[in-house]
């Protein structure tokens, strides 16, 4: 939306069914993102694949993701919420298909590309319809919720998917979530129709997509974005590189679990991560404070990270995990913080940079983690080991960073006025 365009929302009724079409497909691409975790055993027996390429495999995704953020954004400014996403993702169901039906390694990971870039949209247009259509004092409250529903869909990539794929074969996972992206778009198609302008909305040309490039590349001049940043391709890649590539191996591997007993300890990680965000969502502290618990709760998750490093503890490797998706849902404050961040006009912008952060992150958290312990099991070395390590590390860097990088003006000046 541009910086003039005014909207008048419909009733909250309606705003909430809107919204909660929108979280379906992004419940969708949170399943999508996270099967790697139960599907990297039996990819791994059927196309021989390495460590390292099966972080290929898992990072494709977040790849495409990340990559295709500005223009999401650039498609939402000029084009809605609504038609944005419903022309990206019928590409995420092309895509399962492509992994469902792939001969080998090159077609999986294409899949996994296309289905990256089919959700791309699928976060990005839950926060911009929440930016436009709520009370900014209201933000961190309904993202978090959202992130809350949208764990239904890594519920789903647990015990469900793992019972599916031993029962059936890892290609009816594929061929199940595309089904359900057919399904999720039906169901944004019916439901999800944007506000139109205000008849007293000034009137004037479209923006230019030249213009909105430079829109957001105008957000890289300012300061304080690089530590925004910095930390955001850091926390929920951190996470997410746990629960969507390295659960099920580390305990079926250092462990000796099952694959559905891996399944069931990811849908209990899975069901923990859908009250974190709600709860840090509620006890937003506001700009005062809200950067010292960003801070202070990535260095907690670095410390989890460490312990589970050195530990070789199969009660911690449960345990752990349960704890950090409880805990992760702080994440949903660093988006109130963005929100907070920069102007109005710009937050769409603003969020679509910081999603392509994020997901970038994790891509390329992914990868690394992959090369690591292929490096790891090179030097006859427990590869989770220095996976976890190489975690803990990437987070403990990224909060320095974001603590010692220059801070907004308008956070900067509450903690002042608090102190």
């Known amino acids: 939306m541009s910086p003039t365009t005014a909207t008048t929302n419909p009733p909250a009724r309606m705003l ?54 500005l223009f999401m954004g650039i498609g939402i400014d000029l084009y809605g919420v609504r038609r944005t996403v419903l022309t990206a993702f019928p590409v995420a169901a092309a895509g399962a298909l492509v992994a469902a039906l792939a001969p080998g390694y090159g077609m999986l990971v294409l ?21 436009r259509h709520f009370p900014a004092s209201r933000f961190a409250a309904v993202s978090g919720a959202v992130l809350g529903l949208s764990g239904v869909g890594m519920l789903a990539t647990g015990t469900p998917l793992a019972w599916l794929v ?24 019916a439901t999800v129709h944007e506000p139109a302008p205000a008849t007293d909305a000034p009137t004037g040309p479209r923006e230019s997509v030249a213009a909105a490039v430079r829109g957001f590349a105008a957000l890289f001049l300012v300061r304080h974005t690089w530590g925004i940043m910095a930390l955001g391709a850091v926390t929920y890649a951190s996470f997410i590189t746990l629960r969507g590539l390295w659960l099920g191996p580390l305990l079926i591997e250092r ?24 709860l840090f969502g509620r006890l937003d502290p506001g700009p005062a404070g809200r950067r010292r618990w960003i801070v202070g709760f990535t260095l907690l998750m670095a410390l989890v990270f460490a312990a589970m490093a050195l530990a ?63 490096a790891a099991q090179a030097q006859g ?14 987070l403990a ?14 956070a900067a000046a509450a903690a002042r006025r608090v102190s």
Request: charged share 5%; proline share 4%; hydrophobic share 65%.
């Open 16 to 69: 909430w069914t809107m919204l909660l079409a929108l979280t379906a497909g992004f419940a969708l691409s949170q399943a999508f993102r996270t099967v790697a975790a139960i599907l990297a055993t039996p990819l791994q027996a059927e196309f021989g694949l390495s460590a390292q390429a099966l972080g290929v495999f898992a990072g494709a995704f977040h790849f495409a993701f990340g990559g295709m953020q």
């Open 111 to 131: 899949g996994q590309v296309l289905i990256g870039i089919g959700c791309a949209p699928a976060f990005l247009v839950c926060t911009v319809f929440i930016a």
């Open 166 to 189: 031993q029962a059936f074969s890892w290609r009816a996972g594929f061929l199940v979530l595309a089904g359900a992206c057919v399904l999720a778009w039906w169901g944004i198609y």
């Open 255 to 278: 462990h000796g679990f099952s694959l559905v007993n891996s399944g069931n300890v990811a849908l209990a990680v899975s069901l923990a991560g859908i009250f974190g965000a709600p």
């Open 312 to 374: 070789h503890s199969a009660w911690l490797d449960v345990a752990a995990p349960l704890a950090m998706a409880l805990l992760s849902g702080y994440i949903v404050l660093q988006y109130a913080d963005v929100r907070s961040a920069y102007p109005a006009a710009l937050t769409g912008r603003a969020m679509a940079v910081f999603t392509m952060a994020m997901f970038l992150g994790v891509a390329l958290m992914q990868w690394l983690t992959g090369a690591v312990a292929s």
């Open 381 to 394: 070395w427990e590869p989770f080991a220095a996976v976890l390590g190489a975690i803990a590390a990437l």
């Open 397 to 410: 860097a990224a909060a320095a960073a974001f603590a010692w990088l220059p801070a907004p003006a308008v």
